[in-house]
C-alpha cells in the first residue's frame, strides 16, 4: 500500500474550488493510478478529516510546442472530495443490547488548503 503523500500530490486551486470550500469539497491533484478507496483514506489519514464523497476526473496532457519541437505533458487526475463539516457521534448495539456511543474527534475543514506547496 502506498503512503498517503504519494497519493495526495497537491491542493487545486481555482476560483471554482475555492467557492466549493463553503460546501465541505476541496479539490486535489491526486496521483494518476490512484482509486477512490485510496484517495479516500488518503484525505482522513494526512487531514483528520471524515470523508463522505470521492469524485475524481483523469485528464490528458496536451500536446504543446517548444519552438520546433512538440511534446505531450503528462496525464494526471483531480479528486474532487467532500468531507463531513457536522460530524456526529456513531451509535450503535453491542451483542448485549447495550448501545455505545463513539465520538471520535474529526475536524470540520482542512486549514492547510490554501498553502501552496
Given at each position: 500500500m502506498r503512503a498517503p503523500e504519494d497519493i495526495i500530490r497537491k491542493p487545486y486551486v481555482?476560483?471554482?474550488?475555492?467557492?466549493?470550500?463553503?460546501?465541505?469539497?476541496?479539490t486535489f491533484i491526486v496521483d494518476s493510478k490512484a482509486t477512490k478507496t485510496e484517495v479516500k483514506m488518503a484525505v482522513e489519514k494526512l487531514f483528520q478529516v471524515k470523508v463522505i464523497q470521492v469524485n475524481t476526473i483523469n485528464y490528458d496532457g496536451k500536446i504543446k510546442r517548444m519552438g520546433v519541437h512538440q511534446g505531450p505533458r503528462p496525464d494526471w487526475k483531480k479528486a474532487i472530495v467532500?468531507?463531513?463539516?457536522?460530524?456526529?457521534?456513531?451509535?450503535?448495539?453491542t451483542k448485549g443490547g447495550k448501545e455505545v456511543i463513539n465520538n471520535k474527534k474529526y475536524k470540520t475543514s482542512i486549514e492547510e488548503f490554501g498553502v501552496a506547496q
Open positions: 481555482t476560483e471554482k474550488s475555492n467557492g466549493q470550500i463553503a460546501e465541505g469539497k476541496y467532500k468531507i463531513d463539516t457536522d460530524p456526529k457521534p456513531a451509535a450503535y448495539l
